[in-house]
């Protein structure tokens, strides 16, 4: 089946750096990439839509600037937290959509990535 | 707006026992429904989805789950649960093709499973 990766699976970094989280498609491409985040003991929020080749769209209440998103080719999105600070500690997911049928049910995700801010 | 209800937070079961995990959503059309499940740790597998025709789906590890319009619910369930069914598991509803939220989906608040041997 299809695979989504997302890497670093876990990273630590001081406060005021900035954290660049990988998400590609492996054996598909998709136009379309989706961020997730998982507070502790939460559930998953939709952050942005990734789309390939054009500015990604982000959900009310996300800050633009400090969660760069970047989908420069059909199988990679980056993720970039600018500036990393404690509360932006968290567990981020991304999701893809295959390029053909592109319906909700192809979509993927990727393990995660734990990212903690000291 | 879309949103799912996930009533308990945490269930705890004996091996062997059945189990039914509850999901209500509140959609405008008939929803894409999904029930994931989370190691700690883990990303995302999916257990099963609905989209339409019958509303009996059945899934990966032996759990099904049940659409019921009438009460906009899609409880997940398994009629003997294995130790190493412990998890969190999460509805999810999602867009219809086509429309600008289409791709998007929104979570419930997770059900963490306990299983006890």
């Known amino acids: 089946g299809a695979v989504v990766s997302q890497h670093p699976s876990r990273v630590i970094c001081k406060s005021g750096t900035s954290v660049k989280i990988e998400c590609r498609s492996l054996d598909f491409q998709a136009t379309t990439m989706f961020w997730y985040r998982q507070f502790p003991k939460k559930s998953l929020m939709l952050m942005a839509t990734s789309n390939e080749g054009s500015k990604a769209t982000y959900e009310q209440g996300v800050e633009k600037d400090k969660f760069l998103i970047n989908h420069a080719s059909l199988t990679l999105s980056t993720l970039t937290v600018t500036s990393a600070h404690p509360e932006d500690s968290s567990f981020y997911i991304c999701?893809?959509?295959?390029?053909?049928?592109?319906?909700?049910?192809?979509?993927?995700f990727g393990s995660g990535t734990q990212l903690s801010v000291l | 707006a879309q949103s799912v209800t996930q009533p308990d937070i945490h269930i705890t079961v004996s091996e062997g026992a059945s189990l039914e995990l509850r999901c209500n959503y509140s959609?405008?059309?008939?929803?894409?429904l999904f029930w994931y499940v989370q190691s700690p740790g883990q990303g995302l597998q999916l257990l099963l989805k609905y989209f339409s025709g019958d509303t009996l789906v059945q899934g990966i590890k032996g759990f099904e789950a049940e659409f019921k319009r009438s009460q906009s619910s899609f409880n997940l369930r398994k009629p003997s649960v294995h130790w190493s069914d412990a998890a969190e598991y999460f509805c999810?509803?999602?867009?219809?093709?086509?429309?600008?939220?289409?791709?998007?989906?929104?979570f419930g608040q997770g059900t963490i499973l306990t299983v006890h041997p």
């Open positions: 999701s893809a959509n295959p390029l053909t049928g592109g319906q909700v049910e192809k979509l993927f």
């Open positions: 959609y405008g059309a008939t929803p894409y």
């Open positions: 999810a509803v999602g867009a219809s093709a086509g429309g600008t939220s289409y791709g998007k989906l929104t």
